[in-house]
């Protein structure tokens, strides 16, 4: 440890030496001097040192190094934080910017797991004075600076639930608007310039780096947030920030959506730059942000058109927040569709073919309720607005790749509803009547297994196919119009039948099997639970001796095959009737039609 004499020369020797014969071993002495200092509390002697006229020479070339134990004094909120800060401000307006943005970012990169919004929350200001004083390179700057600070800020958790933004534990929404903050004075400097007419080289990197903050903001964090209208959160609100600053740096927002200007600037990732993009449309068009400033000469169907990429790499993410966007631009992208509209070129399109299989995903495997129902909804919103050929297709595509029984039995409701709009006067198209509807037809009277289907699984397809069988007999006038067509009908409702009646044997045979297993094995565990009772109590973990495939308890086993017997009875009873309903028609041919006005059996499970 240096006395204070010694000291006094050692500056002294700094003070008379030129700067290019100053050496690293002269830096980190330079250094450690003002570490001590700091370390024993002697913020305010460190002050005057560096504001001390004989000392300005020095401080110019070294005074860089300061600044590290500088800031990391200040995160400690000490007595002597008001001397830290206005050291650090002599050193920001005395040394030369370019080094002083060099240590920043050194000290960006170096942040702690645990400090990074306070970090970022006191380095912010002096970046941006540093980066103001720039005469060359200032937008290799900023981009460093915003490249350095947004990758710090990735390292936090968003902020999801209201309770979570308001609390704002780990500092992101102040980060965030300290960033909006930060980035002002070079909007201002971009706004100052016409886009059209940007010819200096600096002034157009400028924008580009300006730009690329926006569409990683809209990344990150704003793609994991929950923004609402109705409740402008910080986050919301920086949101809007990042949609003002767009049209401020001249760059179009549809230009950005619908005709991919961004790709003029460098991205790291082509799915991170349609993560950002599909933001950005669900911010216009679901939370409305500048909406009244875009362009109104762009027809619904060309904005969907568009808007389906977006919406297909939302929905192709397992994370609840794009989900809940995508399924929310879905939406609102087809809202403003006519209905049955969308031909069936677009459903050639990769997009329109992508979509609703993702969508399918959401419905069968999202463990998300309120995420299904929505996506039920839009599932359904797509369907209506389809016009009558694309709707024959797609729902022949979904019985085809499905596999799901729920999606099926829903598909199946939704052919019912076209037989029936069919069936108006005025509405008549080939599409649900006649051959056409028979070739659907044959795919919906099918159990892809045979003889050996899974009834339990399928029960949701197979209830409502029966509904519609009946259904079709019932409302035969229409259909008998064409005789080829009546007959081929009644074909495949005969083999259809005749299977499904071997398939409900074998599995009632197959389930009461396991039924009966079920309640000798409770018994025997019952039995065993009575003599461990009377016995020293040294027996004290009960095993079940024959467990079947299934983990779920012997009352949840017991109620699901309990159901599926009630089930299978159900069905032999709407095959019963379809079969009364089939001998009537032979009867008497010529009775009349019954009433359009026509209830199901059964309620059919739309999960």
């Known amino acids: 440890m240096m006395n204070e004499e010694q000291v006094n020369v050692i500056i002294q020797r700094w003070r008379d030496t030129p700067g290019e014969h100053l050496d690293l071993e002269d830096y980190q002495k330079f250094k450690d001097f003002g570490s001590a200092c700091l370390t024993q509390g002697d913020c305010e002697q460190l002050l005057t040192f560096l504001q001390d006229e004989k000392n300005q020479g020095l401080i110019k070339i070294m005074g860089c190094v300061l600044i590290a134990p500088l800031i990391k004094d200040v995160l400690k909120k000490g007595k002597s934080l008001d001397h830290c800060q206005a050291a650090i401000t002599h050193l920001i307006t005395t040394c030369s910017p370019n080094e002083l943005l060099h240590s920043l970012l050194e000290l960006i990169e170096d942040i702690a797991p645990g400090a990074i919004s306070e970090t970022i929350l006191v380095l912010i200001p002096h970046l941006q004075t540093v980066l103001l004083q720039l005469e060359e390179g200032k937008a290799a700057g900023v981009g460093s600076a915003l490249s350095a600070l947004q990758k710090q800020l990735s390292r936090l958790p968003v902020p999801y639930t209201r309770q979570q933004e308001e609390a704002d534990q780990y500092g992101v929404c102040r980060c965030c608007h300290a960033l909006a903050a930060f980035t002002k004075p070079f909007i201002e400097e971009v706004k100052r310039k016409n886009g059209n007419y940007i010819t200096n080289s600096e002034d157009e990197e400028l924008r580009t780096e300006l730009l690329k903050f926006c569409m990683w903001s809209l990344r990150e964090p704003l793609l994991e947030a929950e923004l609402n209208r109705d409740r402008k959160s910080a986050l919301w609100l920086f949101a809007a ?15 950005l959506l619908f005709f991919n200007s961004v790709k003029k600037s460098p991205q790291t990732d082509s799915s991170q730059s349609t993560e950002s993009r599909a933001c950005l449309a669900y911010l216009l068009f679901v939370q409305l942000i500048s909406i009244d400033s875009f362009p109104a000469v762009f027809s619904p169907v060309f ?6 990429e977006y919406i297909n790499q939302l929905l192709s993410s397992k994370k609840e927040s ?21 031909t069936v070129s677009l459903l050639e399109l990769r997009s329109f073919n992508s979509v609703p299989k993702n969508l399918q995903r959401v419905l069968k ?15 359904q919103l797509f369907i209506n607005k389809l016009d009558h050929e694309a709707k024959h297709k797609f729902f022949r595509c979904m019985l085809k790749t499905s596999n799901h029984g729920g999606v099926e039995s829903y598909i199946v409701k939704n052919i019912r509803s076209q037989v029936e709009c069919s069936m108006q ?3 008549a198209n080939r599409w649900f009547l006649g051959e056409e509807l028979l070739s659907l037809l044959r795919l919906v009277f099918c159990l892809p297994q045979g003889a050996q ?20 007999l019932i409302r035969d006038k229409e259909l008998k119009s064409t005789a080829d067509a009546w007959e081929e009908l009644y074909r495949i409702k005969d083999e259809y039948l005749k299977v499904l009646r071997v398939c409900i044997s074998i599995s009632r045979g197959y389930y009461s099997a396991e039924l009966k297993a079920l309640r000798e094995d409770q018994k025997l565990k019952a039995k065993e639970a009575r003599d461990a009772a009377r016995s020293s109590g040294l027996v004290k973990r009960m095993t079940v001796k024959h467990e079947k495939v299934s983990n779920m308890s012997p009352e949840a086993q017991h109620q699901v095959l309990q159901s599926a017997l009630v ?27 019954l009433s359009t006005s026509f209830e199901p059996l059964s309620p059919c499970s739309e999960n």
């Open 241 to 255: 920030e990042i949609m003002v600053i767009l049209p401020a740096i001249h760059e179009s927002l549809s230009e």
């Open 567 to 593: 089930t299978f009875d159900l069905m032999e009873s709407l095959i019963v009737r379809i079969e009364e309903i089939t001998e009537e028609k032979v009867k008497t041919p010529s009775q009349t039609t």
């Open 453 to 472: 289907t899974d009834l339990l699984n399928s029960m949701d397809r197979i209830m409502e196919t029966l509904n519609l069988l009946r259904y079709l």
């Open 425 to 427: 006067p005025g509405n």
């Open 365 to 379: 495997d999202c463990p998300i309720q309120h995420l299904r129902e929505s996506g039920l909804k839009v599932f």
């Open 303 to 308: 904005v969907l058109q568009c808007n389906m």
């Open 322 to 342: 794009h989900l809940l966007k995508g399924l929310a631009l879905y939406g609102k992208s087809l809202e403003s569709v006519q209905d049955n509209s969308l």
